[in-house]
């Protein structure tokens, strides 16, 4: 089946550095989504993407829609403690197609 | 207000016996998703419905079973079958013709 794959696996930075991780697939998709998830909850959507070379903020965090459709970059500036947790990518090809979710960056956060 | 809930936040069950999941949703959502989630793992779809009465199999769909009789909810049975049932379980709803899914706070499951 279609598979997304996340680098870093995990990320260990300290307190005001900021942060790069980027999500890649085999397939072409047309949407791009990044979900922040805190331990023992639920994903938080954080930004959707639904447009090749679309850039979008949502506060300190920056994603792109890679213009090959192939992938997706998302970034932390002045990283802080509370954005530890773990980043999910997802994909979907259409509107009606199933949401494939990539591995996952674990991100922690050094005072 | 409105949202997806899940119960029970958390779930111990002795081993040989069936449990489900509850997932319900307020949001008016068409589809529904299942995914399973082991420690310091990624989200691995279990089954997913489209639409009431209707529902595929995900990509570790063996063990399990679901039903979609009304457009709020998706139980979800985790059966005696399932050889590693121990994990997070995470349900998600996604309104028709969007594409950002909106989650559940996650049942954990263990099995003793």
């Known amino acids: 089946g279609q598979q997304l794959n996340q680098s870093p696996q995990s990320m260990f930075i300290q307190e005001g550095e900021d942060v790069s991780m980027n999500c890649t697939s085999s397939?072409?998709?047309?949407?791009w989504l990044w979900y922040k998830q805190d331990p023992g909850e639920g994903p938080v959507l954080l930004i959707a993407?639904?447009?090749?070379?679309e850039l979008t903020s949502n506060g300190r965090l920056t994603a792109q829609f890679g213009i090959t459709r192939k992938d997706s970059f998302l970034n932390i500036s002045a990283s802080i403690p509370s954005d530890v947790g773990i980043y999910f990518c997802?994909?979907?090809?259409?509107?009606?197609?199933?949401?494939?979710f990539g591995p996952g960056t674990s991100l922690s956060v050094i005072p | 207000d409105g949202g997806i809930t899940q119960s029970p936040k958390y779930l111990f069950r002795k081993e040989g016996q069936n449990v489900t999941l509850s997932c319900e949703q307020n949001?008016?959502?068409?589809?529904m998703y299942w995914y399973r989630q082991d420690p310091g793992q990624g989200l691995r779809l279990i089954y997913y419905?489209?639409?009431?009465?209707?529902?595929q199999k995900g990509d570790i769909a063996e063990g399990y079973s679901v039903s979609r009789e009304k457009k709020e909810s998706f139980p979800l049975t985790v059966t005696s079958a399932q050889k590693n049932p121990t994990a997070f379980y995470l349900c998600?709803?996604?309104?028709?013709?969007?594409?950002?899914?909106?989650f559940g706070q996650g049942t954990g499951h263990t099995v003793v």
């Open positions: 997802a994909g979907q090809r259409t509107s009606y197609d199933k949401v494939i």
């Open positions: 397939s072409i998709f047309n949407t």
């Open positions: 993407l639904y447009k090749a070379g």
């Open positions: 949001l008016n959502h068409d589809a």
């Open positions: 419905s489209q639409i009431v009465n209707d529902f």
């Open positions: 998600a709803s996604i309104p028709d013709g969007q594409r950002t899914a909106c």
